[in-house]
Structures are given as C-alpha cells and as structure tokens.
C-alpha cells in the first residue's frame, strides 16, 4: 500500500507536466506581429522575436490570464470549421527564467486556427476566449466584441443538415443547368 502513493504522485506529476507547454514558465507575454500584408513571419526566428511584432516588449500576462489562455487550447472544445490559410496576427510567448522563448501560440483569428511550438495543441480551441482575451490586453488588430456572437452562429450553421439541391449542378448547390436548346 506504501508504495501505490509515491507511484500516484509521480503519476500526477507526470501528467500534469505532459500536457501543453510541457512545464511552467515564469512569464507569458502577448504580441500583434504579421498586421501588414505579406507572407506571414513566425513570431520566434532563431531564439528572437521577429521584425513585424508591433511591439517589442508585449503585454504581460497575469497568472490568471496564462490560465485561462492554456484551457482555451486544451481539452474539449466544440468543434468548428477551419479555413486552410494561416496568417496569424496575434501571439504568446512562454519565456524561463533567463528571458529566452521556450514556447509560443500563434493564433489566426481568420482562418480559426493556430500552431504551437513545442507542438501539443491538437483539434479545436475555444476562439472566443481567445478573442476577450487579446482584446482585454488590448492587442491591436484584435477581433470585435461581436466575436462570439458571430463565431457561434458561424459554427451552428454547420451543425444543420444541408438542404439537398435535386435540379443542381453537381457540387454546387444552387446552380442549376443550363437548358437544353429545342
């Protein structure tokens, strides 16, 4: 019986490191980068923020912020479409003890999509926690209040069975074929 405790501690220990980032860091900054059009930069390149962060030292995240930021990329979130482009406009750098990035979330709030470095984060995130998140850091190029209200609209439409099209065109609903010459 002695023996199951320190095996279950070490167990939790295990399982909470393992899930994203990995391990705690000290400090979590946010960044708008990549707001000019153009190919989109990563925000890290070679261990340093890169050229289109919009600010250099970004804002600092509470501990409840960090929190709250980690949840909405993890676990269980109601599943969504995702568009194939990828510009990410916002940014979370994990920095160590020394300063240096040991992790980052870039978040496209276009395409409802993002990348992690270390990779981790997998389906879908809650995008509108996301959003009052970067919009209480007061992010430029953060997306409206009505961010919610349209991305919950946006994901239910999905949900509804589709209306089948008989006198369509084949993969495009609506369209209907030409007619035929008497």
């Known amino acids: 019986m002695n023996r199951t405790v320190p095996f279950l501690l070490s167990a939790i220990m295990l399982c909470s490191c393992a899930s994203w980032p990995g391990r705690r860091y000290p400090e979590v900054r946010a960044y708008a980068y990549n707001l000019k059009e153009g190919f989109p930069e990563r925000i890290i390149q070679n261990g340093k923020l890169g050229k289109t962060v919009t600010s250099k030292t970004g804002v600092l995240l509470t501990p409840q912020q960090t929190q709250r930021l980690i949840a909405a990329v993890t676990g269980k979130h109601p599943s969504h479409p995702h568009a194939a482009c990828f510009h990410p406009r ?3 750098v994990f920095y160590d003890a020394a300063h240096t990035p040991g992790a980052t979330l870039e978040v496209c709030f276009e395409c409802l999509n993002n990348r992690s470095e270390p990779n981790g984060i997998f389906g879908d995130s809650d995008f509108p926690a996301l959003t009052e998140l970067c919009t209480e ?7 409206g209040r009505d961010f919610r209200k349209g991305f919950d609209e946006f994901r239910h439409s999905f949900d509804k069975p589709q209306p089948t099209d008989t006198g369509s065109v084949p993969g495009i609903p609506g369209l209907a074929p030409a007619p035929k010459p008497q």
Do not use: G, I, K, Q
């Not at 850091?137 to 997306?143: A, E």
């Open 90 to 92: 916002h940014a979370f």
């Open 137 to 143: 850091l007061r992010l430029p190029s953060s997306p």
